[in-house]
């Protein structure tokens, strides 16, 4: 693997053996981190002040200075609404659908996810046979593109699928699962589970192969049941992973976009569309193109993640202390 | 030691399964039949024929009729076993349909024609592969452009990667200097801020670089990981110090002590980095949708979706399509799924 590297380096090596001596530097630390930073600095901090640049001012033109200042007026459109809570009495109404798909998306993906999960990994952690087999085939799903995910569900759920033809056999109703508004959400939130729930798994199983042996044996000793071991030991100790898997999963949760649009597009109507969705389509999909809004809405999206990240980074934090 | 893990699992000594065992079980065969089957279904369905797979309800296996040479016949005929009727229990072969009968011909007695009612025969068949919905890919679609754009994306952005963030993890490992904190800072920084929510000034700053639906668009924006970063620190961290002071002894230049010694000694880690940062760019599909506007710059993965929106969804070539984008990952998984796994479960994802 390294070798194919081997080329680059040295010729990599050439200017960098020049800079170290021409700026006389006994520590090049700089040199080092100099690509690193540049990346990081072009694609990730300036076009965070680049998006709030854009979010206050309105337009459909790309470059800045085609863009006339318009202070908040993105966010107030946004935000203009008779009731948060009816998105049709919104001025922007495909904002607030986003916004509530995502809501109960993130609530309902989440929740079954992580039960899901939990029960795989108590489940594996158990002493059967073949565990690296088993977890290996709750994890596989992890690997598949998003893209792929969607067609296989896409195609075992079609109008002459695999799934109606079975339904049919045993004498039940079939359903175009894809054009019914409750169905898609229904099937997109479970696509989704199917995709990541092992990951989660392998998180919550290293936390609970993590719980030392002699706690149980002690337990065993004072012969409590395994009921009452399982309530009063594997559930306390597996807390802290247990929230920062719950909070890891909703900084996912909230980001879905990929496997729904290849999975249904936002459709039928705007069933399904999330709020990534609803940035790609404003600002990159349609024509005019309203990176105004678009990016007023990723900002609002951000403020989001910064606070779960901040909670994610404090419980990982009191979990390394503790 | 043994008495706990039968505490812990409940198998009741003596070899016998617990109630709690079948459910273990039953749990995980569940568990191998919904993760495994629908791909399966998706492989199997890949290689049918497009009358097969419009067939309701489905079969499992594909299957083909077969068919027959007859003399004076130039095309092959399709071959029919014979339920009912005159000539019950023989094979015929099929020349032509004519309303509710059907011409038929013995095809050891190609002079006679025989009607037969079609309810009265069934057509024989046997198990095959329709390999030309794969080799269609090849003919028709542009199938070997796309799948160059992704190898290439996929192998110079993982190169590319794992040298900038290597050289990084070893500056914020290996130097003291002021403003290393800050830098580290910077880095946690980043994770905050996941592509999704930067994508309309993402673009920008590409469009601006002239990388906008080019390949280099995709490279580049995702080539600094903080991810990549961090995994690669907290392992060079492990390296002593006192054989990069060695190195410098023999008047190494610091680029040498990188590549000569730094990068062989952290090759576990870096192998991790590049199966997840391969699996990321392979699988990639928002930043590639946003940037790659013209088809021939398209990779799998926007092939794949495109494809499937057009207005006639053609199954045959899409699910083949499907097939040839999911196996290099599958390959992949079957032969690296520890390292993946310990991989992801120490960077937590993305």
């Known amino acids: ?322 | 030691m043994a008495k706990v893990m039968s505490f812990l699992t409940r198998t009741r000594g003596n070899g016998k399964l617990h109630w709690t065992d079948w459910l273990t079980y039953g749990y995980l065969l569940l568990g191998v039949l919904l993760m495994f089957l629908p791909v399966i279904w998706l492989g199997l369905s890949s290689f049918k024929t497009d009358a097969e797979l419009e067939r309701f309800p489905p079969r499992i296996l594909p299957m083909a009729q077969e068919t027959v040479e007859v003399e004076g016949y130039d095309d092959p005929l399709p071959l029919y076993q014979i339920t009912g009727g005159d000539y019950a229990g023989r094979t015929l072969a099929q020349i032509r349909r004519i309303g509710l009968n059907a011409q038929m011909v013995d095809p050891t007695n190609p002079t006679e024609r025989l009607n037969v009612n079609i309810d009265d025969r069934q057509a024989v068949e046997h198990f095959a592969l329709a390999t030309e919905n794969y080799s269609e890919l090849f003919a028709r679609f542009n199938f070997l452009k796309f799948f160059w754009n992704s190898v290439f994306i996929t192998s110079v952005a993982t190169i590319i990667m794992l040298t900038v963030n290597a050289m990084a993890a070893f500056a914020l490992s290996k130097y003291q200097f002021k403003g290393r904190m800050v830098v580290l800072g910077l880095v946690i920084g980043t994770l905050m801020i996941p592509q999704t929510v930067v994508l309309v000034p993402l673009f920008l700053i590409t469009k601006e670089l002239n990388m906008a639906d080019s390949l280099w668009g995709v490279i580049i924006p995702g080539a600094a990981t903080p991810t990549g970063v961090f995994l690669l620190r907290q392992y060079m961290l492990t390296i002593p110090d006192e054989i990069l002071d060695a190195a410098r002894m023999d008047k190494a230049s610091e680029w040498k002590i990188f590549w000569r010694i730094i990068v062989p000694l952290s090759a576990p880690a870096i192998a991790v980095l590049a199966i997840l940062a391969i699996m990321w760019r392979w699988n990639d599909f928002l930043w590639p949708l946003i940037v790659l506007t013209s088809t021939d710059n398209f990779t799998l993965q926007l092939a794949l979706n495109s494809f499937q929106g057009e207005l006639n969804t053609q199954w045959s070539n899409l699910l083949a399509m499907t097939m040839l984008v999911l196996l290099p990952i599958a390959c992949v998984f079957v032969f690296l799924q520890k390292y993946i796994a310990t991989g992801i479960a120490s960077t937590g994802g993305k």
Not at chain 1, 46 to 64: C, E, H, Q, R
Not at chain 1, 104 to 125: H, P, S
Not at chain 1, 210 to 232: C, G, L
Not at chain 1, 267 to 289: D, H, K, N
């Open chain 1, 1 to 322: 693997m390294l070798m194919i590297l081997e080329p680059i380096m040295r010729v990599i090596e050439v200017p960098m053996k020049f800079l170290q001596t021409a700026l006389r530097l006994k520590n090049p630390a700089w040199l080092f981190l100099f690509p690193n930073l540049v990346l990081f600095g072009l694609f990730a901090f300036l076009p965070i002040l680049v998006n709030v640049a854009y979010a206050l001012t309105g337009s459909d033109g790309i470059l800045l200075s085609d863009r006339p200042y318009v202070g908040m007026q993105n966010f107030t459109d946004l935000m203009a609404c008779e009731s948060y809570l009816d998105p049709n009495s919104c001025k922007d109404d495909l904002f607030w659908r986003a916004v509530w798909n995502t809501v109960w998306f993130t609530t309902l993906q989440v929740g079954l996810m992580v039960g899901f999960a939990l029960i795989t990994a108590l489940i594996l952690n158990r002493d059967i046979r073949a565990r690296g087999f088993f977890r290996a085939v709750f994890f596989f799903p992890v690997l598949l593109s998003p893209v792929v995910v969607a067609l296989i569900w896409k195609w075992i759920l079609q109008r002459e699928g695999i799934l109606n033809a079975w339904l049919d056999g045993l004498g039940l109703e079939t359903f175009n699962w894809l054009l019914d508004r409750d169905w898609a959400f229904g099937w997109s939130v479970f696509l989704s589970i199917w995709a990541h729930m092992g990951f989660y798994t392998l998180i919550l199983l290293a936390g609970l192969q993590a719980i030392p042996r002699d706690v149980y044996e002690a337990a065993m000793m004072d012969r409590a049941s395994p009921w009452r071991a399982f309530r009063r030991i594997t559930l306390p100790l597996l807390m802290p992973t247990m929230l920062v898997v719950l909070v890891l999963a909703t900084i996912k949760g909230v980001q879905t976009f990929e496997e729904v649009y290849a999975f249904t597009g936002g459709g039928p109507g705007s069933a399904t569309t999330l709020i990534i969705q609803y940035v790609y389509e404003t600002g990159f999909a349609g024509a005019p193109r309203l990176f105004g809004p678009a990016a007023a809405a990723s900002l609002l999206l951000a403020f989001v993640l910064v606070v779960l990240t901040v909670i994610q980074l404090w419980l990982n934090r009191k979990n390394v202390d503790g």
